[in-house]
């Protein structure tokens, strides 16, 4: 069972400022980080995998960044003024992907890079979407991926996944936002690890 873990902030103090307009200068920003799911029954009978690589994922240039994406619509993008990511958006993925996937016995090594020349599986994805769409007095988190894992000895493709999660925030300020973005991100990698495991021949049931 994945649960969520509660968000920790590199940096406590929240302005409350959720201000949707553009950046004038560099103002101080509070830096946060988003948690994987706490991970409470990762024992699932043993290495089935050896090495599990999660390469980088990509995305389109305005995610490649750690400054944290609102859409007041669908053509416009904008950042928050007085918050970012620790990392940028794919690098935030790929390491909650490596810390969740990397906890469980089923795989001897998860990292982002091989042990040796090449590894065993490799996790190959592409962001969607990782922003708020202002809905309202509030806003609607959206995350999606796409995903396949690929078998590296001979480029062949063991499964291929959508994913996606969607949470609520009350309103657009800063306090409301991030939460709301640690839950859609729990989630999203929960989704994902629960469709590695079953793409290797996990029954998730049986880990306690």
């Known amino acids: 069972m994945i649960r ?15 201000a949707l307009k553009a950046l004038e200068g560099e103002p101080n920003r509070d ?45 416009q993008t904008q950042y928050l003024p007085d918050a970012i990511w620790g990392d940028p ?38 962001i969607g979407e990782f922003n708020a769409q202002t809905s309202g007095e509030g806003a609607v988190i959206r995350l999606s991926v796409d995903a396949q894992l690929v078998r590296e000895m001979d480029a062949t493709i063991v499964g291929r996944g959508r994913f996606s999660a969607t949470t609520q925030a009350p309103s657009t300020r800063t306090a409301d936002l991030i939460p709301a973005f640690d839950a859609a991100a729990q989630e999203l990698v929960a989704e994902m690890t629960a469709w590695t495991l079953g793409r290797v021949g996990v029954n998730t049931g049986s880990c306690r």
Do not use: W
């Open 31 to 75: 830096v946060f980080e988003l948690r994987a799911p706490t991970v409470t029954a990762n024992r699932c009978g043993g290495t089935r995998v050896q090495d599990l690589v999660i390469e980088l994922p990509k995305t389109r240039g305005t995610l490649d960044t750690e400054r944290i994406m609102i859409r007041p619509s669908v053509l």
């Open 89 to 126: 958006v794919p690098a935030t993925l790929q390491r909650l992907l490596v810390e969740t996937l990397g906890s469980y016995d089923t795989f001897a090594h998860v990292g982002r890079a091989p042990l040796g020349i090449s590894g065993d599986l490799a996790m190959i994805s592409e």
């Open 4 to 18: 969520s873990a509660l968000l920790v902030p590199l940096i406590l103090s929240l302005s409350g400022c959720g």
